[in-house]
Structure formats: C-alpha cells, structure tokens
C-alpha cells in the first residue's frame, strides 16, 4: 500500500454542466520518504491538487476522485473532525508566500505551539520548549528572541523557516512544499532547499515538492510529474525524463531552461499560455502551442499510458519522443 | 508600547485647544444672545440690557472672552448655567451617568447583535441568512432615529403595553443615587422590582439608539471578515488542523476587529449625537435633553461646557481605540 494514492482526480469550478476542471484525470502515487516533484507553468493545477488533497477547496469547487487514500485513509469521505485531526499531523503543508502565510496578529511562539497543542497537547511550558527545539531544527538564528517575535519582524526567508517549523512540529509523514522557495531571494532559496531536504532524510518523510522550476525539481526530486492544464502530461524517475523526455511538453519546458541556452541572445520559451476556462482546445490539451502537433492531436485527446521505452515512466502523447528527441511515428 | 500610548496621548491636547475654539467661535455665530434670551418676549431698556451685557463680560472682545474662557476650562471651571445658576460640570456630572448607561447599553446591544451578525452572514456569504442580515441592517442604518423611537414606542408601549413610554423609572421607587447609574443603584437599593422597572425603561432607548451602531458593526464586520478569510494565514491556519470555528473566532476575527474597532470608536459620536434625539423623545434625563434646553435658551455656558465635554469624551474614547488597536494589531506598536 502507498502512503499516498490518487486516482482520477478531478477539481471542478463553475457550472456543474460546463465546469472548468482544474484538475483532470490525475492520477499520483508517493511512497514513504519518497520526494516527488510536481512541476508545471502557472495555472496547470499544482497547487489545486495540492489543496485538494488537504481538503482546502472550497464550496463552490468540487472534488471528485476514484480513490484518494492517505495511509489507507480515505480523504474524500472523512468527517471534518477526522480530517482536522490528521491535518497538520500526518499531512502538513508550506506555502509559496511566507509573508502573508503566518497570521500577523500572532507570535511565532504562539502560532508553533498552537500547532503541538491541537495535536498532542502538553503543558504551556513544554510546548514553548518544544518551539524553541522547532526553531533550532530549521537554524533560525537567536531562536530564544524569534519566538516572540511577530511575523512582520521576520524575513521572508525567516518566515518561511517559521513555516517549516511549524510544518514538521508534528512528524508528519507527507509534507507539502507549494513552490517554498519561489518568494524567497536567490541566495536564501538555496538555503531553504537545502534544509528541506535535510529534514526529509533525517525524519524520512515524503516530500511532494511544487514547483514551476525544473531546476529545482532536478537537484531534489526522485520522481518527477510533469503536469499542464490540470492533467498529467508525465512522470517518471527524474534522471530518465531529464535527460529523455518524452512529452513535447516536458522537452520544450527543458529548452526554456538557461542552462541550455548557453550562448544564445534569448531564452527559448513556449508560446502562448495555459488555456483557461474559456480556450480549453479540443483534443490534446497542448496542441495550439505544440511544435509537433498533427491532426490527430487536434481531434483526440490522449490517455496517459505507459510507455515500453522505461516501464516506470507514463505520458499523454500520441507520438511520445525517441531517445533522439524526435516524435516517433509521426505522420504530418 | 509606552512609547506609542504616549505618542498618541499628546495628540489629544492640540484636538482639545481645536475644540475650545470651535466651540467658542460656533456659539457666538449664532444671533442673539444670553441677555435677550433672558429677557424674554417683553423685553427690557437699554441700560439695563448694557448693564446685564457688562456684568456677564460679554462686551469684551471676543479673544479675550476665549483666553479668560480658556484659562476658565484649564482651571476646571466651566461656568454656571445662565438660567439655573448652577455650576455646569455639576450639572453635567449629574445628568451624564444617565446618557452613559444609554450609551453603554445600546452599544453593547450593537457589540452582542452586530458582531456575530456579522460573522455569520461572512461565513455564509450569498445566502439567505447573509443576504436577510444585510437587508435587514440596511434598513436599521436608513432609519430615522426618531420615526424608529415613536414606531417602537407605539407597538411596545402603546399597543401591547409591554414597557413604558419614558423616564428612567417608576416614580414608585426611591432610592439614593450611588452610582447615578439606574439599573446598578435599583440593585443596590435591593428592591427586584425597582431593577425590573428599571430595565423596561432601558430597552426601548437603546434598541432606538443601538440600531444604527449595530448596523455598522455588522455591515463592518462582515466585510472585514470576508476579506480576512481570503488571506493566507487563514488557508495556513486551516492546514494545521484547527477547527473551522477557532479559525473563524481566533484567526480570522482578530484580524477582522482591527478596521471593526476603529469604526466602533467613531460610532461613540454617533451615539452621542444619537442620544440628543433618543433623550428628547424618551424623556430620558441625559446630556442630550439637556443640551437642546439650553440651546433653546441661548446658555451659552452649558452649550459650551456640554459641547466641549462631549467632545472631550469622543477625543478620550478614540484615544482607547487607538490603544485598543495597537494591543490588537501588532503591526502598528513599532511603524507609528
């Protein structure tokens, strides 16, 4: 059994007839310790499968799905109570701005120990003893001063240790990192990387690391999902789709990289954007701004299916890229 | 935060010296004055009137009726009342525990109703809960408070009968004024129905002046609160595990009460203003009633007393606002 396992995922907005699925068909499974990394432009739906898996999306979004366990536990069906009780323990989650992610009208004291207090209670002074421990795990300097700071006379990257610490109070078994470091200052992302990681190894907790950075994913991840317009386009072992991805998309993310445009004047990008809910093409969801797409791509849309180039890796394409880079069985 | 109560106390004196002068200049605009209004319709000779006008300094020009007026004030003295004779703040310490136990009351009615009122329909936004509060406060704020006082008066008092028309309490009862508060003093007098008859008295002028107040409160709130839900420290606070009601009750309205606060400080104005109506139609012994009497009679020093007593009332109670919302709100200890 999975720690984590999704299957067919759906996140819907708007009308129940016409709605804008934000999340579509996804299917995700992560294992103990494991750190996947979920990757994709803006608005492909990281962050909503996130939230939909902490039962964070709100009336009027609706979640459907197959089957979304957590250890066993079904996440959809689960009373509020039993949810609330697992949230924050079990499952815990950081977010992209730390600045406004902490309640301003709060100490951090207060804010960690609320945290060990809803889950395993204990003495006022035990639970500031046990932030204080917290603040050391995630190297905030003079941690003694911090706790009783207020957010707003913390850095963001001291913000976002803040959270961090808050995340792990707990031992939670999954973290969920949604694009941790993207607010941060170059200098300090590095830094905030670096002790997620060391935290994921010494507690051995899986690690579902969202970012639009492949760079990122690439010095983290074991996994990797490679998502656009709310659905897988895909996933596998990180070194095998970093150094042969199959999908156009996935390859055309990987060019956009300024480690492969060494020597040129610009930036290789993708054109266009993510459609939203009123220019969802027909067919491959990718196709107006694939390089590759043909006829087919414009009528049918693809089923994630896996592939026999490497057995652990699934992409949604019709004619999936050789080890050449190239669509294979490609007729225009 | 020593630092920031002593920052904000120093405002007070310059808006004090602003409201002598307003006052001071604002009555002697008015035509008319003391001596003719003393005079009545039959009026009187000139020399008489010029020797009245000089006893009472009154031809004096006007800067130095304000500095020897000013230096009056500072020595704690307001004057005596033209037509009664009597000292104004004495009068006003009298008259002015029956307007504060008005005040009080309607603004917590407004505090009880309003803030929950508000949370909710912000919890159930674009329900007919939500939708039933917001009409409903809509047209508590549109009414007039004194048509809102004389329908309350007529269906409570005239055709049900169920409290009295005015006054502070049944003229059956007598007790020593301790406190000048009504419903403490008919406590402490022991006697249950002189508390009853104290409260029935009570709940019509503050329902009439709480209305408005409360309206506010909850319109405020819940705008507050919708945008407070929406911010991330609400989702963060969701993520951990809380229950939905202490993230609405802890996280969220903590951080709502901060514009709710600084509105609830500008309705003590409101109330007072409010209070002048609701006094004269409930015959409630306060410093409204007796504010408009001594307008009618052109006593200038109860005018100026009452007004600048008023005025130094609002000034103090937006000082604790202030306060208030430096101990709510973080934020704002270190950046003023």
Redesign the interface.
């Known amino acids: 059994m999975s720690l984590l396992e999704i299957q067919n995922l759906r996140v819907e907005f708007g009308p129940e007839k016409s709605p804008f699925r934000a999340v579509d068909n996804l299917d995700l499974n992560m294992e103990q310790g494991e750190i996947v990394g979920i990757v994709g432009e803006s608005g492909s739906g990281k962050s909503v499968t996130a939230l939909s898996m ?1 039962g ?1 999306i709100d009336y009027p979004g609706r979640v459907r799905a197959e089957r979304m366990t957590f250890a066993g536990r079904d996440l959809l069906g689960m009373p ?2 039993e ?7 079990d499952i ?2 950081i ?1 992209q ?1 730390p600045m ?7 100490t951090v004291a207060y804010q960690l120990m ?2 060990l207090r ?2 395993q209670g204990g003495s006022k002074k035990e639970l500031r003893a046990q932030a204080l421990a917290l603040l050391q795990q995630v190297e905030i300097p003079d941690p003694e001063t911090r706790l009783n700071a ?1 957010p ?1 006379q913390l850095s963001g990257g001291m913000s976002q240790r803040v ?1 961090v610490a ?1 995340a792990i109070a707990c031992n939670p078994r999954l973290l969920i990192a949604d694009e941790p470091t993207t607010a941060l200052d170059v200098t300090v992302q590095a830094q905030m990387l670096e002790l997620l990681l060391q935290l994921q190894r010494e507690r051995g907790m899986a690690l579902m690391l969202i970012s639009h950075d492949l760079s990122v994913i690439a010095q983290t991840a074991q996994r990797v999902v490679v998502m656009y317009a709310g659905q897988v386009m895909e996933a596998g072992r990180v070194p095998d789709i970093f150094n042969a991805p199959q999908h156009p998309y996935t390859q055309a993310l990987l060019a956009s990289l300024p480690e492969y445009n060494v020597g040129r004047e610009r930036l290789k990008t993708i054109p266009g954007v993510v459609p939203g809910q009123y220019d969802r093409p027909g067919g491959c969801l990718l196709n107006p701004r694939c390089s590759y797409a043909a006829d087919v791509c414009r009528t049918t849309r693809p089923a994630l299916s896996t592939t026999p180039a490497t057995s652990a890796a699934q992409v949604r394409c019709h004619f999936p890229l050789g080890s050449d880079g190239l669509p294979t069985g490609h007729v225009r | 935060m020593l630092g920031f109560i002593l920052r904000r106390a120093g405002l007070v004196i310059p808006t004090f010296l602003g409201i002598t002068v307003l006052v001071f200049a604002l009555i002697h605009m008015i035509p008319g004055d003391a001596v003719e209004a003393l005079s009545g319709e039959r009026g009187m000779d000139p020399a008489r009137y010029a020797r009245l006008v000089h006893e009472f300094g009154l031809d004096r020009p006007l800067y130095v009726q304000y500095l020897d007026y000013l230096g009056q004030v500072l020595r704690g003295n307001l004057g005596a009342s033209i037509s009664t004779h009597e000292p104004v703040l004495s009068e006003f310490l009298t008259l002015f525990p029956a307007t504060l136990e008005l005040s009080f009351c309607a603004m917590l009615l407004a505090l009880l109703v309003g803030l929950p009122a508000g949370i909710l329909a912000a919890v159930k936004r674009n329900t007919f809960l939500d939708y039933t509060v917001m009409g409903v406060s809509l047209t508590g704020f549109s009414m007039p408070i004194f048509w809102w006082a004389l329908l309350l008066i007529l269906l409570f008092s005239v055709t049900l009968g169920w409290t009295p028309v005015s006054g502070r309490i049944d003229i059956l009862y007598d007790f020593p004024p301790v406190t000048g508060f009504m419903l403490i003093d008919s406590l402490l007098s022991g006697d249950a129905g002189a508390f009853k008859s104290a409260l029935s008295h009570l709940i019509l002028p503050t329902i009439a002046l709480g209305t408005i107040p409360l309206a506010v409160v909850a319109r405020m709130t819940r705008s507050a609160m919708l945008e407070v839900l929406r911010e991330d420290y609400v989702r963060t606070a969701r993520a951990k595990g809380i229950s939905r009601l202490r993230v609405i009750t802890i996280h969220a309205l903590r951080n709502a009460l901060i514009p709710v606060v600084t509105v609830i400080g500008l309705q003590v104005g409101t109330l007072l203003a409010g209070a002048i109506l609701t006094e004269t139609i409930f015959s409630w012994p306060g410093i409204g009633k007796w504010l408009v009497y001594a307008i009618q009679r052109r006593d200038y020093p109860v005018v100026q007393g009452g007004i600048l007593l008023s005025a130094s009332i609002i000034i103090l109670v937006n000082l604790s606002v202030d306060i208030l919302y430096g101990v709510i709100n973080p934020r704002i200890r270190r950046s003023t």
């Open positions: 902490m964070l509020e109570r949810r609330n009780s697992m949230l924050g323990k815990a989650m977010f701005d406004t992610s902490l309640n301003p009208c709060f609320e945290t809803v889950h207020y707003h959270m808050m």
